[in-house]
């Protein structure tokens, strides 16, 4: 009898532990109890379609919510490698000291992924430095120039989407317009101090460019009066002990056309600003014209094809034909065609001529290209048939 009973208790434990273990395997294939359909979990490795392999989940500031979520990395279809045109857009940065490091990156985030998806392979950032005047003795910073610390931020950024990048310091105009001065009239009374200080503020940001593998880091730009000064040997000798990507320089339209070119470094830039007498509604083939027009004068004392187009840009406007760098500060009428057809003959002049790639000026750092309203600002394209013409362009180029 007492064997009776011990066989009928291990038979009903033996019960108990089945339908424990399938009720916990059950367990196993529901949802977690703290997630619903309010709240989705975040996108796992398999939720990533195949037919998308330039993402990556990476945790990401969120510029519309000011939160940090897994989210995935839009990156460049095809990143630039060596010897293939630099298809880029340039960015304006005159840093906002009010921004903490976190809304740094939450702008970089939101002005990056707008780069990728209009098909660039490369950005320029270009942020302000600083005189006192047009004879002042002194570059330093100033309430606009990123410290390093908050760069760092956005080449984060940057190198998480693999674009390829250029840094350009640039001497802020609105303490010289004033005495009729721009930088590229500046003449300081004494030199050798002023090349000094140059040396002195690149130095940390060339270190930075350096940590975060930038490609190019530009010396000088637009600084007509003071190219072909010797004392550029020095500054590019403490820039080249520092950094082991290009150097570069930024010559406006009139110096290139003119030979002067400035030092010798590794990659010539071309503002190219040049003014075409022709009407409002001229076609692109009227415009690429004029570009050929303006680049066989330079040819005698340049290749056409070692030159990279680092600004190309006019205001959407009547009459910008005429003057590409006047932004929009005069009374004319607003015509996003004139803006249209130049960045269009732009593209069909880089791609003839066969030069070293083109950066379509300028992007606002601080700008939600969501957002942006084009109706103001003249030196916008984005949101304007422009912008249709630069993803176009990235296209034809790649």
Known sequence: MRWLVLSLLLILLSGCEDTIETEEGDMDTQD???????????????????STPDTEIATEPNADTGTEAKQSIAKVADPWSDGEIERGVHLY??????????????????ILDYVVDMGANSITISFPIYMDNATANE????PGTPTTSRLEEVLQQANRRELRITLRPLIDEQSLIGSGDWRGSIMPTKQAQWFESVETLYAPYLEVAEEYEVET??????????????????????????????????????????GNLGPEVDVLGLDAYFPMDIGDDATVNQLVDGWDHWLNQAEGHIDISSTLMHEVGIPAQNGAYRKPNDWGEGDQELNETVQERWFQSACSIVRLRKMKGIYYWKLDFHSDPKQTSTDENRTSFVGRPAEEVIKACFEELS
């Open 32 to 50: 977690s109890p703290q997630a619903s359909s309010d709240t989705p979990s975040p996108p796992s490795s398999d939720d990533i379609p195949d």
């Open 93 to 110: 940065w005159p840093d906002n000291a009010d921004d903490s490091r976190k809304i740094v990156a939450e702008k970089a985030v939101r």
């Open 139 to 142: 570059v330093t910073v100033g």
């Open 217 to 258: 880091f530009v010396l000088l730009a637009e600084l007509n009066s003071l190219q072909q000064e010797e004392r550029w040997s020095s500054v590019i000798s403490a820039a080249r002990d520092a950094f082991s990507g290009e150097l570069s320089t930024s010559v406006n339209w009139d110096s290139y056309v003119a």
